[in-house]
């Protein structure tokens, strides 16, 4: 018997559901009121024999897992997790170093919550912390039950009054070292992080504190100061209130990204519990992933400077000046829009008015801000009106630049329908042809590909010189035979031309990837936009699904275009098991290729940090580096079992 089988012979799917669904038995049956949208009549179902659930109202059925994932918006492992902890069952045993790594993990979090709670009782009672109670109350007009829910705390201007709390409660200075609550610098010298501030707790997904934001109230630097990237604390892979907004997401399915921890906690105050932030660093994919679960509306409220004229293209790239990074997330048009062209998403931008902080709008007048945030427009939409208005488009000229810059963020808007109305729309503002408008953008197409294929050659020299020179990456060695045959061909379209060939060679390269420990293939893996895009066509082929008519026509012009003329796999083609070993092989060398690139990348950001004296930004790139390093050996490892590859 499997685990799931165990777990699902364990757990009582009427026990699990009854936790969140008031239920009572109909026959052999229990019914109740949808979990999942408003009802008046009962037409929710569920059947012990079967152990499965039914939502006429809703549609959705499944097991104990489904409902789960559904409701809590966990992902099958999450759910797994916890049906398994509440039935007893083990699932894989971990090994020491694992276990070990999980009670230290347990312990550091164990130190911030009573961190956390020390902080609260300073706010409470300190007389040091008189302006900060005063700042909470008659500027942010916070109430004392919000004080309390959010366990808002203030940190003595001590250099060691935490540290000598904690220590008294059984911690070592390491554990709050690696906990972020206190710093060694290049001396030695070890003192408290956090002095002399406002202390917001940051919790993950379960409620648990990882982390703390910070303000301060003198006007000293930095204003803002959140905890570093510790084990428990990884800001891209959080959002600040999440644990308190999960439900009303899951039940408006809207969620709101706005900027600062206040925002989200006076939003909460006045009612509207569906309110997150990010972590003070770029909106990343794994956030948006994290709502895509929960909500199938994504609402970034902005403040009218960061989603206005500043958020405009900057040549071809969509930028945004943040104010502090600390402080704010960065805003990256471009980035959500691809977030929302892979994640499938509906991701929208609501513009504040001039000069109003969402938690400021929201306690003056909370109509107004449900009227903002339903009134959010497109983010594609909202881009291109940014671009346009930075321009006089009444002049011809202005119109092209205007055309052009627009085109990357056309060329990220994966799905054609959404494209074409884009394109419609971009034409009828510049009082243009829609032909005309895809004439640009086909050309900002082929100069990207251009781009993208000469830096690529430049970037393979560039490997081969370091290697030389046992630069990042080179372990000492000279340049394996397995390189100097990939620097014969180029990997992309060479991977991308076998897979047209067969598409389902794919799934062998994804089976050869994962045996060597490695994620399987995705479009990251492709530096070339066309390719990328190929890739995505030829996975759903490998999958069975056929190409719709407007996704051939589109990926003709581009990628079919580049593997046309290409015959270095002519011999091969005819024989599936030499096509197959190349495929694989060469979908080895590819990811080997890019996790060697990430290397260079990475050290050079270490560097970059270290030459700025951000210890904490190196010690993280430090982190991300060690996860790289141990990817590059094993998809090193897994070529070497593999006879080298000579193209001529």
Known sequence: ????????????????????????????????LSPFQSERTPSFFVFPDTQTFKDFSSGEQGDVFSFLMKKEGWTFGEALRELARRAGVQLDERTPEQQQFADYAARLRDALAQAAAYFHHLLLTAPQAAACRAYLREKRRLTDETL?????GYSLADYHALTHHLTARGFSVPELIDAGLVVENEEGRRYDRFRGRLMIPIHDAKGQVVGFGSRSLDGSEPKYMNSPQTAVFDKGRLLFGLHRARSAIRSEQVAVLVEGYMDVIGCHQAGFANVVAGMGTSLSEDQFRMLKRLAARIVLALDADAAGDRAVLRGVEVAREAMDREAQPIFDPRGAIRCESKLKADIRVAVLPQGKDPDELVLESPERW??????????????????????????????????RAVAPVLLDTSDPVQRDFYVQLLARRLQVSPRAVLAVVSEVARE?????????????????????????????????QERRSADKVDLETHLIAALWRRPQLLLDANVALTR?????????????????????????????????????????????????????????????????????????????????????GINAMIEEAKRAHEADVAARYNLELHRVLTQHLRAQKALQLRSALNVT
């Not at 018997?1 to 026959?27: A, H, P, W």
């Not at 309390?148 to 808002?152: D, E, K, L, M, N």
């Not at 939409?381 to 000229?397: A, G, Y």
Request: no cysteine.
């Open 516 to 600: 060597a420990k490695l994620d399987v293939l995705d479009e990251r893996d492709f530096t070339n936009p066309a390719l990328r895009a190929g890739f995505r066509q030829l996975s759903r082929l490998a999958m069975g699904a056929p190409l719709s008519p407007s996704e051939g026509e589109a990926a003709e012009e581009d990628w079919l275009a580049i593997i046309a003329d290409y015959d270095a796999l002519d011999l091969l083609a005819a024989d599936e098991a030499l096509l197959r070993e190349e495929v694989v092989r060469t979908a080895l060398r590819l990811r080997e290729r890019n996790l060697f690139r990430d290397r260079i």
């Open 1 to 32: 018997m499997s685990v799931v089988e165990e777990v699902k012979r364990r757990v009582d799917i009427v026990e699990v559901i009854g936790g969140y669904v008031k239920l009572s038995r109909s026959g052999r049956n229990y019914k109740g």
């Open 448 to 480: 990207a590909r251009s781009k993208v294929g000469g830096s690529g050659m430049r970037g393979q020299g560039g490997q081969g010189a370091d290697r030389a020179q046992g630069g990042p990456g080179s372990a000492g060695h000279a340049p394996s």
């Open 148 to 152: 309390a829910t959010w366990q808002i």
């Open 370 to 403: 449900r009227e903002v945030v339903a009134n959010a427009r497109p983010v594609v939409e909202h881009v291109i009106d940014v671009i346009l208005r930075s321009r006089d488009i009444s002049e011809p000229h202005a119109k092209s630049q205007a055309a």
